[in-house]
């Protein structure tokens, strides 16, 4: 579902275009470094970009590497299994990090955050893994 880009004010597109192009910036430097992730990035970076810019739009949607998981995820909201626990894993070495380095009068804010990383966990872990039966013909 993509809106018409020519419906937005022009700083509105600009706006959009912008933050698609640093989501972009930033999965790509994800690529490189372990601990950055990369297809979340690419998730709002095509969503930005499907009401801004058709033209970047479809070329991440085609994109040989990530097109795929890009697709499945605006189509169904598939995050498969392999993603959940490297998110999974990364997220508890952070949440184990702060509170180890955390001074002591920021704990309930690491705390804090810890919680809102389990209900990201939660919520993440509650996504489809792959297509529906009736979407893949089986």
Partial sequence: MTANPRSLTAPARWLLQALAGLCLLL??????????????????AAWAASRSSPRLHQWLMEHPRFGRQLRQWNEHGIVPRRAKWFTTVMMAISAVSMLVVAPRAWVPFVLAGVAVMALVLWWLWRRPEREPPEATGA
């Fill in 27 to 44: 999965g790509l430097v994800g690529v490189f470094v372990p601990v950055m992730p990369t297809v979340p990035f690419l998730i709002v």
